[in-house]
């Protein structure tokens, strides 16, 4: 998987040249997944499945460390499932910094071994399109700004597969700052009057680490920067000038370098995400501080009742 810096055109409103000339690799990619093989095996350990439709940043990983928690308080022995990806270490350390993780290139070897090893619940961050895994518990994850951008698939659009898909899906999961709640909900019930809809807000854990008098220079290469900056300016920072990298960046030298000579121009500190924090090198870690934050989800108790 290689690191993506989403086209503009992706979250237009209209869709554009651009995604009309991309139109038939679109069609040939979804036909192609549509003959996968789907013989999907169901395993004895209970699998919930944390994935999405629109392709990164729609807070998998949040949500995945969340239901591991949940579990964990009702004493449910659970770990996090993961397919490798050589440019996702940062979400890796972090699963691993909040439970147990199986690693494969196959995420049906990874379950064997977490079912092997009396693991009562799986959660698998990402694997929704995968063909090869039956779910008991399928979560399709949106981000409240985004949404299905131009409502396109791949390479025309953001989406892995077609909205209209939503449904054969029982759950949806709102991860943001709880921004346009009402309109998402109408459209999401005109795909699927049924589904079960959750929400969920980003919250900031060590809002003491930091002076709100000061300035700062604000960077990210997730699948979301905007919601990142979003949630610090509701807490109160001020945002002098904020950079956007592809998702699972791999920063270089030059790039640190232009950031710190940014900052000092700017006269401002420098903030980022731990996901990003985690994939910098030691040399320039000193200068920059990470937000930690969680996800807290609005519905909690109906979430649980769903998954338990």
Not at 186 to 204: S, T, V
């Amino acid at each position: 998987m290689m690191n993506l810096k989403k086209p503009k055109f992706w979250d237009y409103k209209r869709i554009n040249l651009f995604a009309y000339f991309l139109l038939p690799i679109a069609f040939l990619i979804q036909l192609k997944n549509f003959f996968k093989i789907k013989s999907k095996k169901k395993l004895k350990i209970k699998t919930i499945c944390v994935g999405n439709i629109y392709i990164g940043g729609t807070g998998k990983t949040s949500l995945s460390i969340k239901i591991n928690e949940i579990l964990n308080k009702k004493k449910i022995k659970s770990c996090f499932v993961k397919k490798f990806y050589k440019n996702q270490i940062d979400e890796q350390k972090l699963l691993k910094s909040n439970g147990k993780l199986f690693l494969d290139s196959k995420r049906l070897n990874a379950l064997k071994q977490a079912e092997k090893e009396n693991y009562e619940v799986a959660i698998l961050d990402d694997g929704l399109q995968d063909s090869s895994i039956k779910c008991d518990i399928d979560l399709v994850c949106f981000n409240n700004l985004n949404w299905i951008g131009n409502g396109m698939t791949i390479p025309s659009g953001p989406l892995r597969e077609n909205i209209n898909n939503l449904k054969k899906y029982k759950n949806i999961f709102l991860n943001g700052n709880l921004e346009n709640l009402e309109i998402l909900e109408k459209e999401i019930l005109k795909f699927n009057p049924n589904i079960n809809i959750h929400y969920g807000k980003y919250e900031l854990k060590n809002l003491n680490e930091f002076n709100l008098e000061d300035k700062y220079l604000a960077f990210s290469g997730i699948g979301n920067h905007q919601t990142f900056i979003s949630m610090i300016k509701n807490y109160g920072f001020k945002v002098s000038r904020d950079i956007e990298f592809s998702d699972h960046y791999s920063y270089t030298k030059k790039d640190m370098d232009q950031i710190f000579s940014l900052a000092t121009n700017l006269n401002c500190k420098i903030i980022t995400t731990e996901k990003d924090y985690l994939r910098l090198n030691d040399d320039n870690l000193k200068n920059i501080k990470f937000i930690k934050s969680e996800l807290q989800i609005i519905d909690e108790e109906k979430f649980i009742s769903m998954i338990v």
